[in-house]
C-alpha cells in the first residue's frame, strides 16, 4: 500500500476536505505593525496537488514582501509610520474588505483561485509584462508608447518596488509610488524613505509645554484629586531644567540621540538651592556645572530620569513621538560610590537625649527673639510616638482625637480633606490614611488634656497657633524652619536642632540627613527592633503602601486597634522622657508661650482664614 504524502507545514485541511494556506509573520512585523500572529487563506480545493501549487504562490509573495520589509524594520530605533501602514498592508494584497487577517476562514474567503495551464515561470513572465505596461501607461499616457531615456531611471525603480506586489495593488499605488521616487530618486527604497525621512511637520510642544499638557490632563481626570501646590512647583522645576538641557527644541523634532543626550547630561546639572532656576528658554551654561562645580545629588538626578520619562510616554501615546520611550539609552546614578559615608537617616540616642534636653523640655535659657508656642512642644513627641510626618501632624484638626468605642482607646485620625474645602488637609497618597492609638507616655504628658482645651476655645486646629497655611507646603512650613533651619550667609538664623548640636555640615557644605523626617525613620527602627509582630503592623502605623504583598494586602479592615496599641506600647524608647510634662512646659516658659499665642492670633485669628 502506497504511503500518502506528507502534508506541509504550510497547508491545513477541514473537516470538508479542503485545503488551507496558513504562514506564521515574523515576530518583528507583527509587532511594528500590530498584525496577528498568522495569514490564513482557503485555498479553495480539495486536491493536494492543486493546493501545494496554489500554497507556493502565496508563499512565495508573501516571503519576498517579509524580506523586504524586514530588512527595514529590523532596526532597534525603527517605529512605524502611517504611511509604513499603508505601504505594508496595500503589499499584503488585502483582497476584500474584510482583509485577509482573519484568523476564521469562513468569514475571511478570497476571491476563487482560477486553475492555470500556465507554468509559475510563466505566469512571473505575463505579470512582470504587465508591470511595464502600467509603468508606460502612467509615465508616457500610452501603454505602446516608449519611456523617454530622462524617465528610464525612474521606471525602473518604479518596477523594482512594485516587483513584489500584487498586479492590482501595484496600479492603485503607482501614482503614490511616482511621486515618492520622483521626489526622493536617488534615496533608498520607500519603505526606508518613510521611516528614516519623516515629513516635514509642524513644532510640536517643548518639553516644558509637554509639561504643562501633561500637568493639565493629570489634573483633568483627577476628578478634583489633583496633586499638591508643592509637588507642582517641583515638577515644574524638573521640566525647566529639562528644557534648558533640550536647546527648547519641539518634541516631535527629538532622534533617539537628543533623548541620551539629555539622559547624559542630566549628571552635569549644578545645584541652584537657595538661588531661583533660570527660565525655560535659558543656555544650557545657565545650569550646567563647570570644573570644580558640584553635581547634584543622585536622588536629584533620578527625578529627572524618571521625569523625562514621564514625558516622553506621555508625548508617545499622545502621537507626538515615534519614538518609544525604551529605546533611548540612559544610566543609572550612582546612590552609594565607593568612599561615600552611610546617610544616617533615623536619630542616635544621643541626638534623641539632646532634642529632649534642650530648652523646650528643661531649663527656660532662650534667645531674646525666639518666640514659643505648643506645637514646639507637642511635635517632636508626636513624632517620636507615632512615626507621622510633619504635615500630618501640623495639619491635626482638633475633633481628629477621639475615642474609639467598643475598645475605649483613644486615637488620632489621619486623613485628608476634599480639595474644594477651605485650607485641606493633605496625605501623600491613599495608603497615608489610617487612624492609630495615642501612646500612654503621650496621654501621660498631658496630650487629652491640651486637646480638651483647645476644643473648648473652639480652635479648628489643634496647633493652629503658630502655624499658618500655605498652598504650597500645607500645614508645616512654619515648623519646618522651626526646627530644621540652618544659619546661612544671609541669615544667622538657626532651627531647634541645630541649637541642639545634631546638624551639620560637610566639608562642601552639604547638611546632613537629619531634620524632622528622623523622627519617622527612628520610628520604624524601633518597628524592627521589637521583633517581627511589630514590623508587620509598621505600615497600618506610618501609613506606608503594602503594594507588595500581593493581592491579599486589599483585604479585610488591617489591624484592629488594640492589636495596634499593643505594638506601640511595646516599642522601646532608647530615652528617659519620664520627667517632660506639657505642664512643666507651662510652668517654665508660659509667659513668653501666652505673649506668642495672642500676638499670632491677633494677626491670624483663632482660627486662620482662607
Not at 297 to 313: C, M, P, Q, S, Y
Not at 596 to 609: E, V, W
Request: hydrophobic share 30%; glycine share 8%.
Amino acid at each position: 500500500m502506497l504511503a500518502m504524502p506528507a502534508i506541509p507545514s504550510h497547508l491545513t485541511i477541514n473537516r470538508h476536505g479542503t485545503y488551507h494556506f496558513r504562514l506564521v509573520v515574523p515576530k518583528p512585523l507583527r509587532s511594528a505593525f500590530g498584525s496577528q500572529r498568522e495569514i490564513r487563506r482557503s485555498l479553495q480545493t480539495d486536491s493536494q496537488r492543486l493546493a501545494l501549487r496554489r500554497a507556493r504562490q502565496y508563499a512565495a509573495r508573501y516571503e519576498d514582501i517579509f524580506d523586504r520589509t524586514l530588512a527595514v524594520v529590523d532596526h532597534d530605533d525603527y517605529q512605524a509610520t502611517d504611511d509604513d501602514y499603508e505601504v505594508f498592508l496595500k503589499e499584503m494584497g488585502k483582497v476584500d474588505e474584510l482583509g485577509l487577517w482573519s484568523t476564521d476562514s469562513s468569514q475571511a474567503e478570497p476571491a476563487p483561485l482560477f486553475k492555470s495551464v500556465l507554468t509559475d515561470e510563466e505566469w512571473q513572465e505575463h505579470e512582470d509584462n504587465q508591470r511595464r505596461t502600467i509603468i508606460a501607461q502612467a509615465l508616457t499616457g500610452h501603454a505602446g508608447r516608449a519611456i523617454p531615456t530622462s524617465q528610464q531611471k525612474l521606471a525602473e525603480r518604479l518596477y523594482e518596488e512594485g516587483h513584489g506586489l500584487p498586479i492590482r495593488q501595484f496600479q492603485k499605488l503607482l501614482p503614490k509610488l511616482i511621486e515618492r521616487i520622483a521626489l526622493h530618486l536617488y534615496d533608498p527604497p520607500v519603505l526606508t524613505t518613510s521611516v528614516n525621512k519623516e515629513p516635514s511637520q509642524p513644532d510640536g510642544p517643548t518639553l516644558y509645554e509637554l509639561w504643562q499638557q501633561h500637568w493639565e490632563t493629570l489634573a483633568r481626570l483627577s476628578r478634583g484629586r489633583k496633586k499638591s501646590e508643592r509637588t507642582k512647583e517641583d515638577e515644574q522645576g524638573h521640566a525647566c531644567r529639562l528644557n534648558i538641557l533640550s536647546a527648547s527644541k519641539p518634541i516631535n523634532q527629538f532622534t533617539v540621540e537628543d533623548f541620551e543626550c539629555i539622559y547624559s547630561e542630566i549628571f552635569e546639572v549644578r545645584p541652584n538651592r537657595g538661588s531661583k532656576l533660570p527660565s525655560p528658554d535659558s543656555p544650557k551654561d545657565t545650569i550646567l556645572a563647570k570644573d570644580g562645580d558640584r553635581r547634584i545629588e543622585a536622588g536629584t538626578i533620578d527625578k529627572l530620569i524618571i521625569r523625562l520619562g514621564v514625558l516622553h510616554e506621555f508625548a508617545f501615546k499622545k502621537g507626538l513621538t515615534k519614538i518609544h520611550p525604551d529605546t533611548p539609552e540612559r544610566s543609572a546614578p550612582d546612590h552609594n560610590p565607593p568612599g561615600k559615608k552611610p546617610v544616617e537617616k533615623a536619630f542616635t540616642k544621643a541626638d534623641l537625649h539632646a532634642i529632649f534636653s534642650g530648652y523646650l523640655y528643661t531649663g527656660t535659657e532662650l534667645i531674646k527673639s525666639s518666640a514659643v508656642f505648643p506645637y514646639q512642644f507637642w511635635l517632636p513627641v508626636l513624632g517620636l510616638y507615632t512615626g507621622g510626618r510633619l504635615n500630618e501632624l501640623c495639619q491635626l484638626d482638633t475633633e481628629d482625637v477621639s475615642k474609639k468605642e467598643p475598645e475605649g482607646i483613644w486615637t488620632i485620625s489621619m486623613m485628608d480633606d476634599e480639595r474644594d474645602r477651605p485650607l485641606p488637609k493633605s496625605l501623600k497618597n491613599q495608603s497615608s490614611r489610617r487612624i492609630l492609638p495615642i501612646h500612654s507616655e503621650l496621654i501621660r504628658m498631658g496630650f487629652l488634656t491640651f486637646v480638651e482645651q483647645a476644643a473648648k476655645e473652639g480652635r479648628g486646629k489643634l496647633f493652629s497657633d503658630g502655624l499658618t497655611y500655605s498652598p504650597k507646603k500645607g500645614w508645616g512650613s512654619n515648623a519646618t524652619h522651626f526646627f530644621c533651619r540652618f544659619p546661612s550667609q544671609s541669615t544667622s538664623a538657626s532651627g531647634y536642632f541645630f541649637k541642639c548640636g545634631i546638624r551639620e555640615r560637610d566639608a562642601e557644605g552639604k547638611t546632613d540627613g537629619k531634620n524632622f523626617h528622623s523622627f519617622r525613620h527612628t520610628f520604624t527602627d524601633l518597628a524592627r527592633e521589637s521583633g517581627a509582630e511589630a514590623y508587620l503592623v509598621l505600615p497600618d502605623l506610618t501609613g506606608h503602601s503594602r503594594g507588595k504583598e500581593g493581592q491579599v494586602a486589599k483585604y479585610g479592615n488591617g489591624f484592629s486597634q488594640v492589636k495596634k496599641q499593643a505594638v506601640l506600647e511595646g516599642l522601646t524608647i532608647p530615652v528617659d522622657l519620664s520627667i517632660i510634662t506639657y505642664a512643666d512646659f507651662v510652668a517654665r516658659l508660659g509667659h513668653r508661650l501666652e505673649d506668642g499665642i495672642q500676638r499670632h492670633r491677633s494677626k491670624h485669628g483663632l482660627n486662620q482664614a482662607e
